[in-house]
């Protein structure tokens, strides 16, 4: 069964979440985000690439946390003040990629992002955790076997559906996974 939290029909969530939104934010804090900052509308724990992690629907889109592996990614319709971002217009059409490189992650990531019709949303299916803000207005994320996630976010009001596939490697072959430490040099 698919972990989806769906409200009545009557009740879609915060009015403030359904507001007109012209760009989607995706960021890779350093720090786990904390949940309490969130209006988490659903959330399940998991596995990413062997080690847990935490996939919510919040307010504004989703976070995904994998603290053993130093990752951690806020995608969200409020702007986010994080090097590792990029934001993207909601126009069909529109595509941006995102990489992480840097040396005090366990894994680097690149997502695609890419703005479709309404039409091309699969629907919440076989997902991981979803949420349903209004008619046609939903949040998805999918695990993806070992190698990273995809997300769909609606908004019907702007006929577009946004989706992201992120996909995450290992870096390093140090002790836990951790990135190695750099090479010293040789003393002759």
């Known amino acids: 069964m698919t972990p989806a939290s769906t409200p009545s029909d009557t009740d879609f969530g915060d ?15 350093q720090t786990p985000p904390d949940f309490a900052a969130f209006d988490v509308k ?7 690439l062997g080690e847990p992690c935490t996939v919510a629907v919040v307010g504004q889109s989703h976070v995904v946390t994998a603290p053993a ?10 702007p986010q003040t994080v090097e590792a971002s990029e934001t993207v217009a909601l126009d069909q059409g529109v595509t941006a990629r995102v990489d992480t490189t840097d040396r005090e992650r366990a894994v680097t990531a690149t997502t695609d992002l890419s703005v479709h019709p309404l039409s091309s949303f699969p629907g919440p299916g076989d997902v991981t955790v979803a949420y349903r803000f209004g008619p046609g207005a939903w949040t998805t994320v999918r695990l993806v076997a070992d190698r990273g996630y995809e997300t769909y976010h609606t908004y019907p009001e702007r006929d577009v559906a946004v989706r992201t596939e992120t996909r995450l490697e ?19």
Not at 15 to 29: I, K, N, Q, R
Not at 69 to 78: D, N, T
Not at 170 to 181: C, F, I, L, S
């Open 42 to 48: 659903a959330l399940t724990p998991e596995t990413l």
């Open 69 to 78: 592996l130093g990752y951690h990614e806020v995608c969200s319709c409020v």
């Open 15 to 29: 009015p403030a979440d359904s507001t007109d939104s012209t760009e989607l934010h995706v960021a890779y804090p």
């Open 170 to 188: 290992r870096v390093g072959a140090g002790p836990n996974d951790r990135p190695a430490e750099p090479p010293r040099g040789v003393d002759r």
